[in-house]
C-alpha cells in the first residue's frame, strides 16, 4: 500500500456561485498519489472518500489561497496532505502484506 510510508499531496480548486454561495466547479490540480497503481483509477476520490470515512486516513487542509476578482471572493485553492492516522497505519500492519496484493489476490467487487 502506497500510504504506508509516505504522506502525498493534493491540490483543489474551486469556484463560488455568488447566487447560491457554494462551491462549484471543483478540479483537482495536483496529487502526488500514483493513481495508476489503483485498481480502479478513476475511482481515487470515492476511494479516498470512503478511506477517510473508515478512519484510515486523514486529508489535513494544510494551506487555503482564496481567489478574487477585485475585492470579491470568487474561489479557493486548498492544499491538502493525505496520511494514513494511527488507525490506518494498524490496519495496514495487521492487514496489508509488507509487499501490498497481487491483483488476483484482491477481493474487489468489479
Not at 500500500?1 to 480548486?13: A, P, Q, T, V
Not at 462549484?24 to 477517510?52: A, V, Y
Not at 491538502?80 to 474487489?108: A, D, W
Amino acid at each position: 500500500m502506497e500510504l504506508r510510508n509516505n504522506d502525498f499531496d493534493l491540490i483543489d480548486s474551486f469556484g463560488i456561485d455568488r447566487e447560491t454561495n457554494r462551491a462549484i466547479d471543483r478540479i483537482i490540480e495536483k496529487c502526488t498519489f500514483p493513481r495508476d497503481k489503483l485498481l480502479h483509477p478513476k475511482n481515487f476520490e470515492m476511494s479516498f472518500d470512503h478511506l477517510e470515512t473508515l478512519g484510515l486516513i486523514k486529508l489535513p487542509k494544510i494551506k487555503e489561497d482564496i481567489i478574487r476578482d477585485e475585492h470579491l471572493h470568487v474561489g479557493s485553492k486548498n492544499h491538502f496532505k493525505i496520511h494514513l492516522t494511527k488507525f490506518g497505519e494498524f490496519f495496514v500492519n495487521s492487514c496489508v502484506p509488507e509487499n501490498g496484493f497481487r491483483n488476483e489476490q484482491m477481493l474487489i467487487i468489479k
